[in-house]
């Protein structure tokens, strides 16, 4: 059964340094997301993206955030320059369409120290 | 103010009780999300709807597009069942907005 990938399962950087957190969507999937889950805290959305570009961003997903379909497989988060407060769950996800479930990657764990 | 409301927060069940999940909103939505988050993080997706019903093994799930309000049911539960659920709105421009999730335990 096809899944979403997601590498690094565990990622530990420093305070300032950028990370850049990989997906492999289902590979006929049009519409990829990532979310984000902070310890003990409620999931969040981060970001949609369709047809090479962002459809839907939250106030969260600011200007140290960005998102990027290097190759016909990858889906990338990049955080610019990390803060303690960047330490969370991500977790990317990826449907047919709109209006289908979404399937969702195991997650990467960032650590910010 | 949380637009995505659940209840119970917590939830002790005896294994092969029948479990009721709740879950209120205040948004305009196009789609509900039901989710299973295991104690390892994994996120699984058990229902998208957007009204009625929908059924999937033990598993039913109900929405009230005029009360937002819906409710994930759990038959004859399990100590397997025993996981976070988690409740999502999908708001009409795609953004998602998640419940607190209900932390369910079946004891055997």
């Known amino acids: 059964e096809p899944e979403v990938t997601q590498t690094p399962s565990h990622q530990v950087t420093q305070m300032g340094q950028e990370v850049i957190l990989r997906c492999v969507p289902i590979s006929n999937h049009l519409y990829f997301y990532w979310y984000r889950q902070i310890l003990g805290q409620k999931v969040e959305f981060l970001v949609s993206f369709y047809n090479n570009e962002i459809s839907e961003k939250s106030e969260i997903f600011d200007d140290q955030f960005s998102v990027e379909r290097p190759d016909g497989s990858n889906f990338t988060l990049k955080i610019r320059s990390t803060k303690l407060e960047d330490s969370a769950m991500y977790f990317c996800a990826s449907s047919l369409s709109l209006g289908n479930e979404q399937f969702f990657g195991p997650g990467t764990r960032l650590t910010v120290l | 103010k949380n637009e995505v409301e659940q209840s119970p927060q917590n939830l002790t069940a005896q294994e092969g009780e029948f479990i009721t999940i709740n879950c209120s909103y205040s948004v305009g939505i196009s789609a509900l999300h039901w989710l299973q988050q295991h104690p390892g993080g994994g996120i699984v997706s058990l229902f998208m709807?957007?009204?009625g019903k929908k059924k999937h093994g033990r598993l039913i799930a109900t929405i009230n597009i005029q009360e937002k309000h819906s409710s994930l049911h759990i038959t004859a539960s399990h100590p397997r069942d025993s996981a976070v659920y988690i409740c999502?709105?999908?708001?009409?421009?795609?953004?998602?907005?998640f419940g607190a999730g209900t932390r369910l335990t079946v004891k055997p």
């Open positions: 999502a709105a999908r708001l009409n421009n795609n953004d998602m907005r």
């Open positions: 709807l957007s009204s």
